[in-house]
Structure formats: C-alpha cells, structure tokens
C-alpha cells in the first residue's frame, strides 16, 4: 500500500488546522463597526444626544455632523463650551465616575454619532494600546483647548475670541490653510461661545468681510490673514 505523505511541516499544517494569526486591532475599524456595545444613530438639526444632568453612562463619537456641547444654569441662561466635529469624543466623564451629565449635547446639523458604553470603552482602552493612545490623544488636545478658551475668555478682547473660534471652526492649523466651515452655525449661537451678544457678533462678521479676512457665498471661508486679529496686541 502507497504511503501518503504528510503535507504539515513542524507546528504549520496546511490542512487548516494552523493557528490563526491574532488579528491586528484597528481603532478606525472599531469606530466604524456596529458591535459589542457600540450603536450608531443619526441626530437630526438641534436633536439631543444627552441632557445636563441625565445619566453618564457611555462615550459618544461623532462620525458626521457637528456637536455642541451646551451648560445650562438653573436660571434657564445657557452657554455653549466647545463645539466637536468628526473624529472627535465627547461624553469621557462617565469614565472617571461621573453619575451625571454636567452639560448638554445637541446636534447642530445631521450628525452621525457612535455610542459607545462605557463598560466596552473601559475593556478597549485596557485591551487595546492603540485605541488607547487614540483616546489620550483626544483627551490632551482637548485639554489643551481648553486651557487655551480660559485664557482666551480672560485675556482677550471678543472681537478677538470670534476670530480664534472662527479659525477653529475652520480647522486652521490642521490641513495647512482654513477649510470652508458648511456648518449653518447661527450668530446668537457664535455669540454664546464667544461670550457676548448676538449684535456685537454681527458688527465683527461685518468687519471682517469688509477687511477681507471671511467671505459668505453658500459656506463661510474663513481666510489665513484672519489670524492677526487674533495676533494682534
């Protein structure tokens, strides 16, 4: 009788019986794949995605859209603190033992959010060192951001806190020259995240174009001689 022989060859064997290769873990992936606690739904123009003071229990991730993240006092006056664009997190509290939302997140245009658990968000950042390197990416910038919004509010004049935000609407810094901002982002709302009023927000827009630093046709484009407003002594 002919002997057959063996096509395996040390610890491999290509009857399929190998051990599979551990799969290399891709955050984009992640982020992009309904699984495991994580769900995606679209938020229409002003839809609430959280409120102040409702439960922490999940990250959020925007897709698509624009976010604002709004803080209401018990009088009813609210303030916007940061508005979020794709790629960005929101809602991290809820991973430091907040019980509760302190602000409200509201979508500004149809925006495409992830939800993301918090008992999965915990597993993937100890699991995973790439998507927790992603998230403490996030976390420093934001952090950032926001030291650089305290000094701004403190220092600078508001004509100048609306050409910062502009910039960073625009994405300035981060393709090389401003981008179009297509987000309708009202006056009464720039005027709340610049802290001051609506009328004051039109006379400085007005100026602006007048000087050549933004244009309105359709989007609003933002120019790079923006910045010495913001330079400016």
Same mark, same amino acid.
């Given at each position: 009788?002919?002997?057959?022989?063996?096509?395996?060859?040390?610890?491999?064997?290509?009857?399929?019986?190998?051990?599979?290769?551990?799969?290399?873990?891709?955050?984009?992936?992640?982020?992009?794949?309904?699984?495991?606690?994580?769900?995606?739904?679209?938020?229409?123009?002003?839809?609430?995605?959280?409120?102040?003071?409702?439960?922490?229990?999940?990250?959020?991730?925007?897709?698509?859209?624009?976010?604002?993240?709004?803080?209401?006092?018990?009088?009813?006056?609210?303030?916007?603190?940061?508005?979020?664009?794709?790629?960005?997190?929101?809602?991290?509290?809820?991973?430091?033992?907040?019980?509760?939302?302190?602000?409200?997140?509201?979508?500004?245009?149809?925006?495409?959010?992830?939800?993301?658990?918090?008992?999965?968000?915990?597993?993937?950042?100890?699991?995973?060192?790439?998507?927790?390197?992603?998230?403490? #990416?996030? $976390?420093?910038?934001? @952090? &950032?951001?926001?030291?650089?919004? +305290?000094? =701004?509010?403190?220092?600078?004049?508001?004509?100048?806190?609306?050409?910062?935000?502009?910039?960073?609407?625009?994405?300035?810094?981060?393709?090389?020259?401003?981008?179009?901002?297509?987000?309708?982002?009202?006056?009464?709302?720039?005027?709340?995240?610049?802290?001051?009023?609506?009328?004051?927000?039109?006379?400085?827009?007005?100026?602006?174009?007048?000087?050549?630093?933004?244009?309105?046709? #359709?989007? $609003?484009?933002?120019? @790079? &001689?923006?910045?010495?407003?913001? +330079?400016? =002594?």
């Amino acid at each position: 009788m002919a002997v057959i022989p063996s096509i395996c060859e040390g610890s491999f064997c290509e009857s399929g019986m190998a051990r599979k290769a551990k799969t290399t873990f891709d955050p984009k992936i992640f982020l992009a794949t309904v699984n495991h606690g994580r769900t995606v739904s679209t938020y229409p123009r002003e839809a609430v995605v959280f409120r102040q003071s409702g439960p922490a229990d999940a990250v959020f991730y925007v897709r698509k859209g624009r976010v604002k993240i709004v803080v209401a006092s018990k009088q009813g006056k609210e303030a916007v603190v940061a508005v979020l664009g794709p790629g960005e997190f929101f809602g991290e509290g809820c991973l430091v033992g907040q019980p509760l939302r302190l602000a409200t997140a509201r979508a500004m245009v149809e925006s495409e959010i992830m939800r993301v658990g918090k008992a999965e968000m915990i597993r993937v950042l100890h699991d995973e060192p790439a998507f927790a390197e992603l998230f403490m #990416g996030h $976390l420093l910038t934001r @952090n &950032s951001r926001i030291e650089a919004d +305290l000094a =701004d509010q403190l220092f600078n004049s508001s004509e100048k806190r609306l050409a910062r935000t502009l910039l960073l609407l625009a994405n300035f810094g981060k393709e090389g020259v401003p981008q179009p901002i297509t987000t309708k982002i009202s006056q009464e709302t720039l005027a709340e995240i610049v802290g001051t009023t609506r009328p004051r927000v039109s006379s400085f827009m007005n100026k602006f174009r007048k000087l050549g630093f933004i244009d309105y046709n #359709g989007d $609003l484009k933002v120019h @790079n &001689s923006l910045l010495s407003v913001v +330079l400016r =002594d």
